[in-house]
């Protein structure tokens, strides 16, 4: 504490004389700094996580759009990574350090990040790309040319949906005048139609420093990076033109209305809409609980009596942290098979008659439960954060989500129900009709004023610990690594260290049962695994929600044939008790029934949503085309209507005989890494599962290596605004052989990196007739199997179906012919080992990394010689790889699914 303390006066001392940084606030780990030209920087140290992420806001979003300017800031968004004169192509620089980047765009802001290895040199990288695009962005006419119909696909991917459709619709129709009323994605003619210059003025406008917010999370020394900071950023002067925000308000809603919309599928959707206040005002806190007491699975009032009754399938809300006043939407799936009327009803029995039945204090206490949870699992994930907070950002200040924490922390019953009562009235929504009345309600949301003011004084919490400097190195991984076998048989790995807030990441499996024994289960193993955390003969699956809410832990389950994996993320301090409690969901499940008539209600209404869904259809038919297995077998791929008959006829006997004669220790792998005691968790682990035995002893499934099918084939789905293209290619080998390096390597090139491989670079940047497309590598893990496969993909409208055949054919043409070159070979290299050195600082990452060690009998070893034969890769190694594995796209398995007629 005294030396993070004498940091901080450091700083303070180096900066103090150049005023060009001035450190303005300090909140639980986090610290504003002001530059004279208006940058805002806050810095977020993390020592144990090994990776840092810079994340700069821009406070524009599509609030700020104007006629005929819809859907630009997100335009503008995806022009930002066609570079700079200093960085002219930021995909592959990206792609090369191993980043993981992105941007979003949202109704009050636009952020920009990339997480990478916690090195010096890729911290000042970073900042430098970030400081130059934010004032020399090319923003040049071939590029929008390319980009904008990229955009529009994406936006034909939302009109795809069902669900987002509506929501569209429905929050458009509530909003007359302001534009938290029309989506960040804006309209198809303004996308198609937008003048270069418009798209230039509107850059030169909003990108400048006194609109940003730059957040720096993660490994680095304070010091350096300011540095870092006022070198790059400070050199960038404080535009002349002052900025002037948006001033349009929405005037009250004087009357329900209504929205309807007919296009082609098969789930039914009732939805509703009401206006709510802004994020910074103190309400929007308490809708956050009437929120979770409306809509929590499975405790929420409109979840037990739409989802529980089986009139819908599920339900879910949404309510963004907005400046200014927002919204809150809740949508509800009704099969075909049930009465969306008599949902509509209900919903809207339940909603109007809140004001007689108020929140009681055990919703209020599980609501706070639930919603500090989640907050509390985003405060310990540094990386997460740093984007996390631009929504605060965008809504007035980042420290309006610790004030939206000790708000939620400390409300109160008469709070909740007067905020309740106060916007969810009949004339405040926005349903599916319009209701006349002589006396209307009105209510009339102000603006926050001087959310400065609100913030100044704030101080917060005690800051969590920042966690140690753990070192990421193969040698160094493995030297932490206490690993053997339990006197049960479970083997294990543990990775004792100090992470920030005393996190802790567990994960348990089992595996049992063998081929013969397996046979003809169909989807019962996963039913039965959904089925642990839904109730035990203790407790029931409330009990089991708060308790988990009040240990601020999760527990997951999930199962595939006769193997069963738990997954657990907690604190050093609620460790023990959560882990008793995954003990008491794995060995005690109830298996209530109408738990499971739930469930199969849910998985019936996803098969019945998909059923027109061009990706799910495209993964699904190139699933059955190259299934080998007979009916009944555990690997064999169901159709469709074998799983849909398959969840209908399914019952409570058909699980407990499969847990009965599956569910014991067999082949048991234990990995935990954070803050915890070891021996602790040992001794529990050996005494509590001591007599869990399972009837079928376990021998693994053989999947060898088999030849695909070669196909091209289209399936067509009416009225769907885009269309799928899936590929596979068998090779045969596994991660031990000795092309596998190559062969990765070439798979990166081909299809992976951010937006700079060959078939990225071809369909998005050239062509640009795809938003989303590339190619990978699935390698086996089984030395005996060898069962690997590589796959394409792209998404785009169907009219440019004969553009995507034609650039998957030339480039794989190309790719086997020429074969790639020295810079693609070092940029692919350098961004593998840095990303993989990215992967190794994640728990939950480095957790599967250890599991997957210990069933294949390897450790660290294997992967720093993997590395090593990545970093030795010659151009004609991978050249070689690409002509003995690769094949022309007519010799691939191919599904198109779309409405190409």
Not at 156 to 171: F, H, Q, Y
Request: hydrophobic residues 35%; charged residues 25%.
């Amino acid at each position: 504490m005294k030396h993070y303390l004498f940091g901080l006066l450091f700083v303070s001392c180096l900066f103090a004389g150049s005023a060009q940084l001035t450190k303005t606030a300090s909140v639980e780990g986090i610290t504003e700094y002001q530059m004279d030209n208006g940058l805002k920087v806050l810095l977020f140290p993390d020592n144990s996580s090994q990776t840092i992420t810079v994340n700069i806001t821009y406070l524009v979003g599509s609030r700020h759009e104007g006629y005929g300017e819809k859907g630009m800031a997100h335009l503008l968004e995806h022009l930002l990574f066609k570079g700079t004169p200093n960085h002219p192509d930021i995909p592959k620089e990206l792609s090369a350090r191993g980043a993981r980047p992105n941007g979003t765009t949202w109704y009050d802001r636009t952020n920009y990040f990339e997480t990478f290895n916690a090195t010096d040199d890729n911290l000042e990288w970073a900042l430098d790309l970030e400081a130059d695009r934010m004032v020399n962005s090319y923003i040049a006419k071939k590029d929008l040319e390319s980009e904008f119909s990229v955009v529009r696909n994406e936006f034909e991917a939302g009109e795809n949906n069902p669900n987002r459709v509506l929501m569209d619709k429905t929050i458009n129709a509530a909003f007359l005048w302001h534009n938290y009323g029309n989506t960040t994605i804006g309209n198809r003619s303004d996308i198609e139609r937008v003048p270069i210059e418009n798209l230039k003025a509107f850059y030169k406008k909003f990108y400048r420093p006194d609109n940003a917010v730059l957040m720096v999370t993660g490994k680095f020394d304070e010091a350096r990076t300011l540095e870092l900071i006022e070198e790059k950023f400070g050199k960038i002067a404080k535009p002349s033109t002052p900025l002037r925000d948006s001033y349009t308000e929405e005037p009250a809603q004087d009357g329900e209305k209504s929205v309807t919309v007919s296009r082609v599928g098969d789930l039914q959707l009732v939805s509703a809409m009401y206006h709510t206040p802004a994020g910074s005002d103190p309400d929007y806190a308490a809708m956050a609980v009437v929120e979770d007491v409306l809509t929590n699975e499975p405790s929420g009032r409109l979840y037990k009596g739409l989802v529980e009754s089986q009139m819908a399938s599920s339900l879910w809300s949404f309510s963004p942290f907005t400046k200014e006043p927002g919204f809150l939407y809740i949508n509800v799936d009704v099969p075909s098979d049930k009465n969306a009327d008599v949902v509509e009803e209900n919903l809207r029995n339940t909603l109007d008659g809140l004001k007689d039945n108020p929140v009681t204090q055990e919703e209020l206490d599980r609501a706070k439960g639930n919603l500090l949870k989640r907050v509390d699992q985003i405060m310990r994930n540094s990386a997460f954060l740093g984007t996390y907070m631009s929504e605060f950002i965008g809504a007035g200040d980042w420290r309006l989500a610790f004030l939206q924490r000790d708000r939620i922390e400390n409300m109160t019953l008469d709070q909740v129900n007067a905020a309740m009562t106060k916007y969810l009235i009949p004339t405040n929504r926005t349903v599916g009709r319009f209701i006349p009345t002589k006396s209307p309600e009105r209510v009339s949301i102000p603006h926050t004023e001087d959310i400065n003011a609100l913030v100044a004084d704030y101080k917060g919490k005690e800051a969590m610990s920042t966690g140690e400097a753990f070192d990421v190195a193969y040698d160094a991984i493995q030297s932490r690594i206490k690993g053997g076998s339990l006197a049960n048989g479970v083997e294990y790995g543990f990775i004792e260290k100090e992470n920030r807030g005393n996190t802790v990441t567990l994960s348990f499996s089992g595996r049992n049962g063998d081929v013969n024994s397996l046979m003809n289960k169909g989807v019962i193993p996963r039913f039965t695994a959904r089925m642990l955390d839904k109730g035990t003969t203790t407790k029931t699956r409330q009990q089991i929600e708060d308790e988990l809410s009040r240990l601020k832990s999760s527990v997951n389950f999930r199962g595939a044939n006769g193997n069963i994996y738990a997954n657990i993320s907690s604190t050093e301090e609620h460790l023990m008790p959560a882990l008793a409690l995954m003990a008491d969901m794995l060995k005690n499940p109830a298996f209530d029934p109408a738990e499971l008539e739930k469930m199969k209600t849910e998985e019936l209404a996803f098969l019945e949503a998909n059923k027109t869904e061009p990706q799910y259809l495209a993964s699904q038919r190139l699933s059955e085309i190259n299934n080998s297995y007979p009916k009944g077998h555990p690997l064999y791929n169901l159709s469709m209507e074998e799983e849909e008959a398959a969840i209908k006829a399914l019952t409570v006997a058909d699980l407990k005989a499969f847990y009965n004669d599956f569910y014991g220790l067999g082949k048991s792998i234990l990995v935990g890494i954070g803050n915890f005691d070891a021996d602790q968790v040992s001794s529990f682990i050996e005494s509590e599962f001591a007599d869990f035995k399972a009837k079928q002893a376990y021998a693994k499934i053989s999947d060898p290596h088999k030849p695909v099918k070669v196909i091209n084939e289209n399936i067509i789905t009416p009225d769907k605004q885009n269309a799928m293209t899936l590929g596979f290619l068998d090779v045969k080998m596994s991660e031990d052989h000795k092309d596998y390096a190559a062969l990765n390597v070439a798979s990166s090139i081909l299809g992976g990196g951010f937006l700079n491989s060959r078939i990225a670079d071809r369909l998005r940047q050239k062509d640009g007739v795809s938003y989303g497309a590339g190619a990978g590598f699935q390698a086996d893990g089984d030395k005996n199997d060898q069962n690997s496969q590589m796959f394409l993909y792209a998404i785009y409208a169907p009219a440019n179906f004969d553009k995507v055949q034609l650039g998957f054919k030339e480039e794989l043409d190309r790719f086997i012919a020429e074969g790639i070159t020295e810079e693609e070979l070092k940029n692919a290299v350098n961004g593998w080992i840095q990303n993989q050195n990215v992967s190794r600082a994640k728990d939950n990452e480095l957790s599967s990394l250890i599991n997957n060690n210990i069933f294949y009998g390897r450790d660290m070893g294997f992967h720093k010689d993997l590395e090593a034969k990545v970093a030795q890769l010659t151009v004609a190694d991978v050249n070689a790889a690409i002509k003995k594995y690769l094949k022309p796209f007519d010799q691939w398995s191919v599904v198109n699914a779309g409405d190409f007629k």
